[in-house]
């Protein structure tokens, strides 16, 4: 049984999240500031944690950071629908994933169960060879599912859950389109509305990263109307 913190000051996710995770099957300990999370964590590890990123005494980005100089542990943040956070720098620091409020709870379990997934892989240095969890390598890019590990010409890129499974999605057949609902049912779950800007922004996102390794990047091209395709260079 995993073990899962909740690290959160509004009492009404708390409750909520945990029962949900709790009937997934996962422990959970549950903390409304970073302080408390942080005096908890020196004691005992949990196997992964969820972070809010405005909370009292210490937040989501400084407690992570206090993290990162002893563990790996997947963390995701929770972030407000309408602050801007600076994912870059989140993800730099060591952050695996962000999921926006309000946000689906069965969404968060996916996220969390694939991270989950990834760290067990690490740790087992477990090698998949199926079409799903072998390494791909499309030209100048290099992905690794278990390791959710990405790379172009060589330099590592960080990125989300969602991202990874987006670059993913389009580079396995490249010269091929993919709509934004094709694009939609590979990173969400069918029961998760999210309207077409939703991916769009992802893949702006996307695009984003992958310019940190090359100024230059330009394989995923947008078919105005229709969707996007990965071109292979």
């Keep these: 049984m995993s073990k899962i913190a909740l690290v959160d000051d509004d009492r009404n996710i708390l409750t909520s999240v945990s029962m949900t995770l709790e009937a997934e099957g996962f422990e959970v300990e549950t903390y409304n500031d970073g302080q408390a999370a942080l005096?908890?964590?020196?004691?005992?590890?949990?196997?992964?944690?969820?972070?809010d990123i405005k909370m009292p005494r210490m937040d989501g980005m400084d407690l992570l950071q206090r993290l990162r100089q002893k563990t790996a542990m997947p963390v995701i943040f929770l972030t407000s629908k309408d602050d801007e956070i600076d994912e870059v720098l989140g993800l730099r620091m060591g952050a695996d994933d962000y999921v926006k409020k309000?946000?689906?709870?069965?969404?968060?379990?996916?996220?969390?169960?694939?991270?989950?997934?990834?760290q067990d892989a690490v740790a087992t240095d477990e090698v998949g060879e199926t079409e799903e969890?072998?390494?791909?390598?499309?030209?100048?890019?290099?992905?690794?599912?278990?390791?959710?590990?990405?790379?172009?010409k060589?330099?590592?890129?960080?990125?989300?859950?969602?991202?990874?499974?987006?670059?993913?999605?389009?580079?396995?057949?490249?010269?091929?389109?993919?709509?934004?609902?094709?694009?939609?049912?590979?990173?969400?779950?069918?029961?998760?509305?999210?309207?077409?800007?939703?991916?769009?922004?992802?893949?702006?996102?996307?695009?984003?990263?992958?310019?940190t390794a090359d100024d230059e990047f330009s394989a995923i091209e947008t078919l105005y109307g229709i969707g996007y395709r990965y071109n292979e260079e």
């Design 39 to 51: 005096d908890a964590f020196n004691k005992r590890l949990p196997d992964m944690a969820v972070l």
């Design 102 to 118: 309000p946000f689906s709870q069965r969404l968060l379990v996916e996220r969390i169960r694939a991270l989950l997934r990834r």
């Design 133 to 152: 969890t072998k390494v791909m390598e499309r030209g100048d890019l290099r992905m690794d599912p278990l390791r959710h590990a990405v790379s172009w």
């Design 154 to 211: 060589g330099k590592d890129v960080s990125l989300t859950v969602t991202e990874f499974l987006l670059l993913q999605a389009l580079a396995q057949r490249p010269g091929f389109v993919k709509s934004r609902d094709q694009l939609m049912d590979v990173a969400y779950d069918d029961q998760v509305y999210v309207d077409d800007r939703t991916i769009d922004s992802h893949i702006k996102r996307l695009r984003k990263k992958m310019r």
